[in-house]
């Protein structure tokens, strides 16, 4: 609905500021393109195993086996057509109509709106600004019964850009030990952290593998979101469940798009991290200058490319506040409550974008909120 909006100001002669997108505005790496060129020159343009081709589901598995201290093989790995596809699948492979969801909400909103669709139960846990928009561990301990069927964990978070503590995720693992309950952390930001030296992965927990599915991608971390590949890590009890579903609905990931992010995986990554440090720039300015607005105050993110400002001091509802800001400062961004109810009194501001656009953009915002002070 906003980038509708703004589409039709921008139809008009206005000049919009785009802070409502959530994807790199790095192009696709160079090599990882080449690689993709090849592959179709090559003629790898035919179906592959639905669960995705070896050489990558091995890499995969090296990849995660390094970064998260693990012994999972090509036969855990399944390649989707992008990390939406992967939640889809992961919740049609668990989840019967009545079963209970714990979900965070301000999240993604794909989430509630999968839960809805197969009929289960949202049980949303407010995420808590205080302590880097984690879960409100008390309300969790509520909610969590025998009923619980799934819950799901976003870190870092998509749109608060907030790490789980760790103490956060070994809690939650000790609840679900001797229960029919699985967990789904989806770690698609996590090669995008900020001021930490370890990612703390809830998949990387010893003793949890058999009760969790880690849904990731390379949309975000090489810039690849409209090529549409991510994949699942999951036990090899339910394998064969998600290979009849993608064997059923998608058929496969596209060949030539596993080539590219095969080679990918087996680069220097050398851009990936010149594009964190690049975002660490841009959120270290768009925190410091929102927080000279008087009325907004906007915690630090760990991770992802989102900044997500508290602006509930002008007593006006978030959506209202986006209107008016898109409508008066010609920025578009998106109000919390695009997220979930606990969404309300925040803006999601996608610092994926030049520092030029970055200043001219929180300048305006800062002019039309001054305006309501």
């Given amino acids: 609905a906003v980038l509708n909006k703004a589409t039709q100001l921008e139809r008009k002669g206005k000049k919009i500021i ?33 669960l995705g081709i070896l050489p990558l589901r091995l890499e995969i598995a090296k990849e995660l086996n390094k970064t998260r201290k693990l012994n999972v093989t090509e036969n855990n790995i399944a390649v989707t057509p992008s990390g939406k596809a992967a939640i889809f699948i992961t919740m049609a492979s668990v989840l019967e109509k009545g079963d ?37 561990m008390k309300k969790f301990r509520k909610y969590f019964s025998k009923k619980t069927k799934l819950i799901i964990l976003n870190s870092p978070s998509n749109p608060t850009g907030g790490l789980m503590p760790i103490e956060d995720l070994r809690e939650i693992a000790e609840t679900i030990k001797g229960t029919s309950c699985w967990v789904m952390t989806d770690e698609m930001y996590s090669k995008i952290v900020y001021d930490t030296a370890i990612y703390p992965s809830f998949y990387g927990l010893k003793g949890i593998q058999d009760q969790t599915i880690l849904v990731d991608g390379f949309s975000k971390t090489y ?71 008087k009325g907004v105050n906007c915690q630090i993110p760990l991770g992802a490319f989102y900044a997500f400002p508290n602006i509930s001091s002008f007593k006006k509802s978030s959506r209202w506040l986006a209107n008016y800001i898109l409508e008066n400062a010609g920025v578009a ?25 970055l200043r001219e953009g929180i300048a305006r915002i800062k002019k039309a909120l001054l305006k309501l002070s």
């Fill in 18 to 50: 785009h802070f409502e997108i959530g994807q790199p505005d790095f192009p696709t790496p160079k090599n990882i393109s080449e690689a993709g060129i090849k592959a179709i020159r090559a003629g790898f343009t035919k179906y592959n195993p639905p």
């Fill in 100 to 136: 209970e969801v714990i979900y965070p909400d301000p999240g993604f909103p794909t989430y509630h709106t999968l839960i809805d669709y197969f009929g289960s139960i949202k049980k949303p846990i407010p995420l808590v600004e205080k302590n880097n928009f984690s879960f409100d």
């Fill in 223 to 293: 810039s690849m979101t409209g090529w549409r590949i991510g994949y699942m890590s999951c036990p090899k009890r339910i394998i064969d469940k998600i290979d009849y579903l993608l064997t059923h609905t998608v058929g496969c990931t596209a060949t030539f798009t596993q080539m590219a992010v095969l080679e990918g995986m087996k680069s220097k990554q050398l851009q990936l991290k010149t594009m964190v440090k690049e975002f660490k720039k841009r959120r270290d300015f768009v925190v410091s200058e929102l927080n000279r607005i």
């Fill in 333 to 357: 961004l998106l109000d919390g409550t695009a997220f979930g109810t606990y969404g309300e009194g925040y803006f999601r501001i996608s610092y994926a974008a030049s520092l030029d656009n």
